[in-house]
């Protein structure tokens, strides 16, 4: 018997379509949805867990996709950036990222809004506190995070509007 | 130098049965691999020696927090997350809910498991000295069946456990009935989120009439295991709080522990925190 691994078929949903991805088991989902489908909207920042770069959607919960193993995506439904937006209506979050000057170089961006919008999604009504605390493994090296938390808390308030109204 | 895929299996066995089976079968060929918040980091690094891996991720039995009325139990796959959200685990054991938010971020919170943790066996893992303050109890599963030990009794080593090669942590139990009423939990890394600890205290006791009764002390990155400061509890124990006290059982700690030197702090630091946490307990028996 051979000591090398083979490549195999995971199949799961990718932003709400029926995926198959091939792979070796243990590459990283980060490698396979850039590579394999495409998704280049998900980042490689540190590739240790601690940027948040590479943050998407893993049954509702937000992961670092360079520390899952791609065998354990099978079955799951996955959300990346490109699954964020509904058709060319951004969401809330993207919108206020423009409006108020949320990313610089863009690299940390894609993470950042992910994160921001699983947060909003659990917390409506996140406090700035709430909202530091929810970010805080997204690491931005050119903004100083404070115009992405005002573009979350902006979010946050015409989340509600689009609720009321 | 990043580590060449095709050189890694992992296999998902279709049921715990079949993965502990297949432990017994070929003992130390296969190991478990549960959230990934260590191992990937190692095998992006080059740094994972080990080649074959069996994902225990999706098994409902390691899953779960079972409530009775003298205990609980909680699965070794439960998440940071699940444990910050239970509220039992948030009233009763704030110590490890405490470690639990500190541990990582948002999304290793997500991934990382308290089995994990504990298997893991790193020094500086923050929800093992919580673990060690509430006496937790470590259950082990294998084909042959379950053991229970005391989680102070577990760790022997650096990275040395009791625990065999063909076992798994199944569940970890607390005792509702364990008599606090303070409780203290300190982590000190190098920012406030997201930094391994360079030293994390943890500490309980009842106070009656100022006088200390079943205090109980564990620290994390302060020697070769997290570890209980089994001699300062015999100072501190049925003693009353004075400033002598203090003094004594922070001399004691200090001989008591044994930090290094190394990329996240020093020996000299460590020693000296360790024995400042000490004092910010012991001001909270005082209140």
């Known amino acids: 018997m051979s000591d090398l691994a083979e490549k195999i078929r995971v199949r799961c949903t990718l932003n709400g379509a029926a ?20 998704l280049t909207g998900v980042k490689e920042g540190c590739g240790e867990g601690e940027c948040g770069a590479c943050s998407v959607e893993l049954d509702g919960e937000i992961v670092n996709s360079c520390l899952i193993p791609v065998l354990q995506a099978e079955g799951a439904t996955i959300r990346t950036i490109e699954g964020v937006a509904t058709g060319d209506q ?11 000057g949320g990313a610089q170089c863009g690299i940390c961006t894609p993470g950042m809004v992910l994160a921001a919008v699983n947060l909003l999604k659990r917390k ?14 997204n690491l931005c090296r050119c903004t ?15 989340m509600d509007r689009t609720v009321e109204g | 130098m990043r580590a060449s895929l095709p050189s890694y299996e992992l296999l998902a066995p279709r049921n715990l049965g079949a993965a502990l089976e297949m432990l017994t079968r070929e003992p130390g060929v296969w190991r478990p691999f549960a959230g990934g918040t260590d191992l990937m980091v190692l095998l992006e690094a080059g740094k994972l020696p080990h080649r074959k891996f069996l994902s225990i991720w999706k098994f409902a039995e390691l899953r779960g927090i079972d409530v009775s ?15 910050q959200r239970n509220a039992i685990l948030q009233r009763e054991f704030p110590l490890l809910c405490r470690a639990a938010s500190e541990t990582g971020s948002v999304a290793t919170q997500n991934r990382g498991t308290l089995g994990g943790n504990i298997a893991n066996a790193s020094p500086a893992a923050d929800s093992p000295p919580a673990l060690l303050v509430y006496d ?19 760790h022997t080593g650096y990275k040395k456990m009791r625990m065999h090669n063909d076992e798994l942590v199944w569940r970890i139990h607390l005792n509702r009935a364990l008599k606090r009423d303070k ?18 205290f943890a500490a309980s006791a009842s106070v009656e009439k100022g006088r200390i009764n079943d205090v109980r002390i564990a620290l994390g990155s302060v020697a070769p295991t997290v570890f209980r400061a089994t001699e300062t509890e015999k100072i501190l124990g049925s003693e009353k709080l004075t400033s002598s006290l203090l003094e004594a059982a922070q001399a004691t700690l200090g001989r008591e522990i044994s930090p290094i030197d190394d990329m996240r702090s020093t020996a000299v630091y460590r020693r000296r925190v360790a024995q400042n946490l000490l004092g910010e307990f012991f001001d909270l028996m005082n209140t």
Not at chain 1, 90 to 100: G, K, P
Not at chain 2, 148 to 153: M, N, T
């Open chain 1, 124 to 137: 409506p009504h996140a406090t700035l506190t709430e909202i530091r605390e929810g970010l805080s493994g």
């Open chain 2, 183 to 200: 409780e203290y939990y300190r982590k000190v890394g190098t920012r406030k989120a997201q930094a391994i600890s360079k030293i994390c």
């Open chain 2, 69 to 83: 009325s003298k205990s609980l139990s909680i699965g070794a796959l439960s998440t940071y997350t699940e444990i």
């Open chain 1, 19 to 38: 995926a198959t991805l091939e792979a070796y088991p243990m590459a990283r989902l980060l490698d396979v949805l850039r590579d394999e489908a495409g």
């Open chain 2, 136 to 154: 937790a109890e470590i259950e082990l599963i294998s084909a042959k069946g379950a053991r229970r030990v005391a989680y102070r009794d577990f």
């Open chain 1, 90 to 100: 951004l969401h809330e979050v993207q919108q206020a990222f423009i409006t108020y």
């Open chain 1, 144 to 158: 100083g995070y404070t115009k992405i938390f005002t573009a979350v808390m902006a979010a946050c308030r015409d």
